[in-house]
């Protein structure tokens, strides 16, 4: 039997306790920080997701089997690197890879190098140089700041004054940090954004299915961006012609120029896709699985994700048949009145037992704490109520009834999810 610890306590790593707790291989499931839902699949230890020393230690004290880590920010700072020099077998990509995430400079350099479709692009660091080149570059215009800036980092600036004053936010003021001190200037694509996720081991890629996010707060794209407010899987117009074009173009060369460069990439690598009339354009990458993606491609999961999961660790990816349902996943995201900008915490959750006892219906959470057998909202995205059915239209159904039966206090959702795009 194998031990597990994940690292995270969103709505995506209850999906993934979730899949690990149907693996035949799994034993103890461990979980840091976990949530409410969380707890009932996995025992929770609170600590922070970036308390490398203390998930170490932890993890050697119960010597779990494998520790798998959900969030970029532990990622970026090290975190697997730490726990294999410990001897824990870790899934995600160590500090060197996790980069092309946590550095839009260093991804964008990749891709040009190794002639991966993406917009054109320059980079400054600094201030002046970009004004410069604003003043006189084609608008609309996007603004990204280098580093990890929660979601936040990237501005689609009009015209020059919009532009000017993302630049003067990231770079004088530094809104961002040291993520700000440098900045990545690019063309504004036109399309449709598609997520593909896939499995490398450094060497082999396999892509999951795909899927789409509905980043906005409100209904038809209006209002603040959020974390995610909803996904679906499969995209409409993700169709097999345009997958083998991704994968020769962009999913094989970018994990060839990752080992090339001497930074092989093993764990899930999350590709961020711009399908335009010239045809797909790469936007970013991210180092681990989306949320919500993950809780609308682990569901359609077939295979063993242990079984996954230890043969990217072991470089051997070939000797696993990665396997889908057919079926169609829509997640719906419940969230907090005020998410994404000011919200309150505490709120008792009900209607729970209900939703989760329709047919085909999982609810995953994302910002929610158990107490005295009660659940309470503890975060901004509350819940992701996700429903599997034979097309997306009627999971789409599905999802809307199941989250109808649930209830706290100033909570709302999207109406549109899975329905536009
Ligand atoms: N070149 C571009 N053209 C049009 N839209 C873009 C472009 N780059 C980014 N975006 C939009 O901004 C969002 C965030 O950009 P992304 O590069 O994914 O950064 P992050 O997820 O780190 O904030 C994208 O999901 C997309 O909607
Ligand atoms: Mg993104």
Redesign the pocket.
């Known amino acids: 039997m194998t031990d597990v610890l994940v690292v995270g306590g969103g709505g995506r790593e209850h999906a993934l306790v979730w899949k690990i707790s149907q693996s035949s291989r799994a034993g103890r499931i461990y979980c840091i920080p976990g949530n409410g839902g969380i707890s009932n699949l996995a025992e929770c230890v609170p600590l922070k997701a970036t308390d490398i020393d203390g998930i170490k230690a932890f993890a050697l004290e119960r010597k779990v089997d494998m520790a798998v880590i959900g969030p970029d920010d532990p990622l970026a700072a090290g975190i697997t690197d730490v726990l294999e020099e410990a001897g824990i077998r870790t899934f995600g990509p160590g500090k060197k890879a996790a980069r092309i995430?946590a550095s839009?400079v260093f991804s964008k350099g990749l891709m040009l190098k190794y002639g991966i479709p993406?917009?054109k692009?320059e980079v400054f660091d600094e201030y002046g140089a970009a004004l410069k080149y604003l003043k006189s570059c084609d608008y609309?215009a996007?603004i990204?700041a280098d580093g990890?800036?929660l979601?936040?980092?990237?501005i689609?600036a009009e015209n020059f004054t919009e532009a000017s004053r993302a630049v003067e936010d990231i770079m004088v003021k530094k809104v961002f940090g040291e993520a700000g001190r440098s900045i990545v200037a690019?063309?504004?694509?036109?399309?449709t954004?598609v997520t593909v996720l896939a499995f490398t081991d450094g060497d082999k890629v396999v892509p999951m299915v795909s899927s789409q996010d509905h980043?906005r707060a409100y209904d038809s794209d209006k209002g603040p961006?959020t974390g995610g407010m909803g996904t679906f899987s499969p995209s409409r117009i993700y169709s097999p012609a345009m997958a083998e074009i991704c994968m020769k173009t962009i999913f094989e060369p970018s994990v060839k120029a990752m080992s090339s460069e001497g930074n092989p990439f093993k764990g899930v690598l999350y590709f961020?896709l711009?399908i335009t009339a010239d045809g797909p354009?790469l936007?970013?990458y991210?180092s681990r699985f989306g949320d919500p993606e993950a809780q609308v491609v682990l569901p359609r999961l077939k295979t063993d994700i242990l079984d996954i999961f230890d043969a990217v660790i072991d470089n051997k990816l070939d000797s696993v048949r990665i396997e889908w349902e057919e079926s169609a996943a829509v997640c719906v995201v419940a969230a907090s009145g005020g998410y994404p900008v000011k919200y309150e915490k505490g709120f008792e959750i009900t209607g729970l037992d209900k939703a989760e006892s329709r047919e085909g219906i999982l609810v995953f959470h994302a910002g929610t704490e158990k107490h005295g057998g009660r659940y309470y909202t503890s975060g901004g995205r509350v819940l992701g109520v996700t429903a599997l059915a034979d097309n997306l239209e009627a999971a789409a159904q599905k999802a809307y009834e199941a989250i109808s039966d649930i209830s706290f206090k100033g909570m709302y959702y999207r109406r549109d999810i899975a329905k536009t795009r």
């Open positions: 995430e839009k993406t917009a692009h609309p996007v990204k990890l800036a979601g936040k980092g990237v689609i690019e063309e504004y694509l036109e399309g954004e980043k961006n961020g711009m354009r936007l970013e991210n």
